[in-house]
C-alpha cells in the first residue's frame, strides 16, 4: 500500500513514517504544499494522511492541492481535537476520515485500510477521460444498491444517467435525507468527467461573507482573518462537478453572481477586481419549494431557470415502500464492513418493522438506527429489540392505494396490520371479509417467508441471502 504523509513538523513525519515501516506499506513524506504537489506528479498514491498542525502551511490549502490533482485520493486528517464545527468542516472539504491525537499507531493502520483506495491514483497513472461526448455504461458499483432496488427509485436513476451525459445544469429535489447528494455523486461518476473533481457547497453552513469566501476564493487582506490568498470550491472544481447542497438556502447577494458563472463561466475572488473563468458543471440540490421562494422574492426567477435546465424529483422513502429492506440490507452491510465484521441480517420481525415505519428522516434516519443497531448488537441477527424506538412507537401503515408496490405487498402488508390490531382472528377475518379458513392459510403462508428467509440472514452473507429471498 503506497502512502503519502504530509506534515511540515519533521520528527511527526517521521514518526508516523516508522509506524509504518516495512511491508506492506510503502511511504512517501512531504512537508509542503509544492512536496505534495511533486509527489502527485510523479507517483500514485491509495492514501493521503495530513497532520493538521502545519505551521508553514495551511492544512486546508494543502487539502484543495490533492483534491485538484488528485480528486479520488482519500484524505485521512490528523488533528488535535474533534469538535461539531471542525468535524463539519472536515466534511465540508472532501476528508474521507480523522484521528484525534495522540492515538495508537494500530488505529492509524486500522482507518488507512478501511478508507484506502483499491487502486493507486495520482498524477503519474490517472485514469485516461472517456471522449467528449461519451460515456461508459454504467458499472453495478457506480449505482447504489439502495437506489435501485423498486421501480420508481429506478426511474429516478435512469433519468439522472440520460443526464449524466450532457454539460446541462441539473436540479435535485427532494426531502431533507432522501439521497441527493448521493444521486449527484452517481450523475458525476457516470459523467464523460468523472475522472475531475467533485466538490461540494453547503450552502447553509455559512455567513454570507464565508460562504463567498468558500465558494469562490479570497485574496490576502480582503477581509479580517484573510492572511494569505485562497483559491475557492469553484476553483477547485474547475474541469468537474460543482455540487450546490441545498442551493436555497443561498443568500441573495451571491445568487446573482452564481447566475453569472453559470451564464459566463467567469468569477471574482473577495477583493479583487480581475475576473477568472472556470469550466465546471453545476448540480444544486434542495428540499424547498423553489417556485414558492421566487414567488416571495427570496430566490431569483432567472437563477432559477438557469439550475432547472433538468429537474430531477427524489421521492421520499415512504413512497418507495419496496426500497426500504434493500436499502437496510446495503447501508448494514456498508456500517459492518466499516466496523470490520461480517453482516449478522435481519430476522422477520426486524424487517416487518422496518418495512411499516414511516421514516420521515428518509434515508438519512434509516442509516442511524441501522448503525445504531449495528453497534450495539450482539452478533446474532438484528431482531425487534434491536430497534427500540421503533418497536415503542411503529408508525401507521404507509402503504397507500396508487404507490409503486405490487398487490401481493399490499395485500401482506394490509392483512398484517389488521390482525395486529384486531382482538381475534375471528374479529379480522370479519373486517377483511374473508373466512377464517382463507386468513388462516394467508397467514401460514406469510409464516412460511418466516422460515425460508430467517436461517439464510443468519447464516449467510448478505449477498447470498438476497439470492436465497429472490
Known amino acids: 500500500m503506497k502512502l503519502l504523509l504530509i506534515g511540515d513538523e519533521r520528527k511527526n513525519r517521521r514518526m508516523y513514517a516508522w509506524g509504518f515501516s516495512g511491508e506492506p506499506y510503502r511511504v512517501k513524506l512531504a512537508g509542503t504544499r509544492v512536496a505534495v504537489d511533486e509527489a502527485l506528479n510523479q507517483d500514485t498514491f491509495q492514501a493521503a494522511c495530513i497532520d493538521f498542525k502545519m505551521q508553514e502551511e495551511n492544512a486546508l490549502v494543502v487539502i484543495e492541492s490533492i483534491h485538484r490533482r488528485a480528486p479520488e485520493l482519500p484524505i485521512i486528517a490528523l488533528i488535535g481535537a474533534a469538535d461539531r464545527k471542525s468535524v463539519s468542516m472536515l466534511k465540508e472539504k472532501g476528508v474521507s476520515a480523522y484521528l484525534v491525537s495522540p492515538f495508537p499507531i494500530e488505529s492509524l493502520h486500522t482507518i488507512v485500510r478501511t478508507h484506502a483506495a483499491r487502486e493507486p491514483v495520482g498524477g503519474a497513472r490517472r485514469p485516461r477521460e472517456a471522449t467528449p461526448g461519451t460515456v461508459a455504461a454504467p458499472t453495478p458499483s457506480s449505482i447504489p444498491k439502495l437506489m435501485t432496488n423498486d421501480e420508481l427509485a429506478r426511474r429516478t436513476v435512469e433519468l439522472a444517467l440520460r443526464a449524466a451525459n450532457s454539460n446541462a445544469a441539473i436540479l ?56 494569505q490568498d485562497t483559491w475557492g470550491k469553484v476553483a477547485a472544481a474547475d474541469g468537474g462537478t460543482l455540487f450546490l447542497d441545498e442551493i436555497g438556502d443561498l443568500p441573495m447577494p451571491l445568487q446573482p453572481k452564481l447566475l453569472r458563472l453559470l451564464q459566463e463561466k467567469q468569477y471574482e475572488r473577495v477583493g479583487e477586481a480581475a475576473s477568472r473563468s472556470a469550466n465546471v458543471r453545476i448540480i444544486a440540490a434542495t428540499n424547498r419549494d423553489l417556485k414558492r421562494e421566487v414567488a416571495e422574492g427570496r430566490f431569483r426567477e432567472d437563477l432559477y431557470y438557469r439550475l432547472n435546465v433538468i429537474a430531477i424529483d427524489v421521492p421520499p422513502l415512504r413512497n418507495r415502500p419496496p426500497q426500504i429492506l434493500g436499502a437496510a440490507e446495503a447501508i448494514l452491510e456498508t456500517v459492518c464492513r466499516e466496523m470490520g465484521k461480517a453482516s449478522p441480517g435481519f430476522t422477520f420481525e426486524a424487517r416487518r418493522v422496518l418495512e411499516t415505519y414511516a421514516w420521515p428522516g428518509n434515508l438519512r434516519e434509516l442509516r442511524n438506527v441501522i448503525e445504531r443497531a449495528a453497534i450495539l448488537s450482539n452478533g446474532a441477527a438484528l431482531d425487534l429489540g434491536d430497534f427500540p424506538a421503533l418497536a415503542a412507537q411503529p408508525a401507521p401503515l404507509r402503504y397507500q392505494v396508487g404507490s409503486a408496490i405490487s398487490l401481493h405487498a399490499l395485500e401482506t402488508a394490509h392483512i398484517q396490520m389488521v390482525v395486529a390490531n384486531s382482538a381475534s382472528l375471528e374479529e379480522a377475518a370479519r373486517i377483511l371479509e374473508i373466512d377464517k379458513s382463507t386468513l388462516y392459510r394467508k397467514r401460514k403462508a406469510m409464516d412460511a417467508q418466516v422460515e425460508t428467509f430467517a436461517p439464510a440472514v443468519a447464516q449467510a452473507p448478505v449477498q447470498e441471502a438476497a439470492v436465497a429471498v429472490g
Open 172 to 227: 435535485i429535489l427532494g426531502e431533507t435525507g432522501t439521497g441527493k447528494s448521493l444521486l449527484a455523486q452517481t450523475i458525476h461518476q457516470n459523467s464523460p468527467i468523472r475522472q475531475k473533481p467533485f466538490v461540494t457547497v453547503n450552502c447553509p453552513c455559512l455567513s454570507h461573507e464565508l460562504l463567498e469566501s468558500d465558494l469562490f476564493g479570497h485574496v490576502r487582506g480582503s477581509f479580517t482573518g484573510a492572511v
